[in-house]
């Protein structure tokens, strides 16, 4: 298990399409993370998965988001309708209960572009 | 919203100097985290501190929190070029599920 796996790691569309991306937490990891990170800004918080239930999501997640975390292995993450606001780096991380001690593993992120 | 800010911005250092980065942030916390991000990759964990410890040391990173002033500090001594990144403080709030709330970053360059 190499860490944390993000697909693709890069994503152009155009507007309006729909886009889906993939993440592939470390397999003894049961709580899994999206944020959302634009140019020169901090991650941002997105939703929240524990095991298959997702447990938490931001108000920055619109109706165009969706996650889905199918027997609380990988998760996907769809953005319906992309509009240009939409391009930014999308980052997946997972912990242990022992985040707390030991923080979270991120993947290298999926950079979108909507064009 | 990002629940905390970073000091300064951006600092331009000399390889071997120390680095000396600074967060503040408003809510109670379980614990603060620091992370590092090479430019356009993932964020790499440095270090967590938990609310009831006030320093930490892992190699060439040193932190300090401060509950009551809601503020912590990262050094990096014996600075590197590779040190060069982005870093960002994150924290756990308390009552909160593991979410991690990050601040804007500090864009640190260690020159040759």
């Known amino acids: 298990d190499t860490g944390v796996s993000q697909d693709p790691r890069h994503k152009i569309t155009k507007r309006g399409q729909n886009v889906t991306f993939r993440c592939d937490p470390i397999?003894?990891?049961?709580?899994l993370y999206w944020y959302r990170q634009t140019l020169g800004q901090g991650p941002e918080f997105l939703t929240y998965?524990?095991?298959?239930?997702?447990?938490?999501k931001s108000r920055l997640l619109s109706d165009r988001f969706s996650a889905e975390r199918p027997k609380g292995s990988f998760s996907t993450l769809e953005i319906q309708r992309t509009e240009q606001g939409d391009s930014a780096m999308y980052l997946c991380?997972?912990?242990?209960?022992?985040?707390?001690?030991?923080?979270?593993?991120f993947g290298s992120g999926t950079r979108l572009t909507v064009v | 919203s990002q629940q905390g800010e970073e000091d300064p911005q951006a600092l331009s250092i000399q390889e071997g100097e120390n680095a000396t980065m600074n967060c503040s942030y408003k809510?109670?916390?379980?614990?603060l985290q620091w992370y590092r991000q090479n430019s356009g990759r993932g964020l790499v964990h440095l270090i967590l501190?938990?609310?009831?410890?006030r320093e930490k040391h892992s190699g060439r990173l040193r932190v300090t929190l401060d509950t009551s002033k809601k503020s912590s500090s990262l050094l990096i001594t014996a600075s590197r070029a590779a040190d060069t990144a982005s870093y960002f403080c994150?924290?756990?709030?308390?009552?909160?599920?593991?979410?991690?709330?990050f601040g804007k970053g500090i864009t640190l360059s260690v020159r040759p």
């Open positions: 809510t109670s916390i379980n614990n």
């Open positions: 994150a924290t756990v709030s308390t009552g909160a599920n593991s979410k991690l709330t």
């Open positions: 501190i938990r609310s009831n410890e």
């Open positions: 998965f524990q095991n298959e239930a997702q447990l938490e």
């Open positions: 991380a997972s912990s242990s209960r022992d985040s707390r001690v030991y923080g979270y593993t």
């Open positions: 397999s003894e990891h049961n709580r």
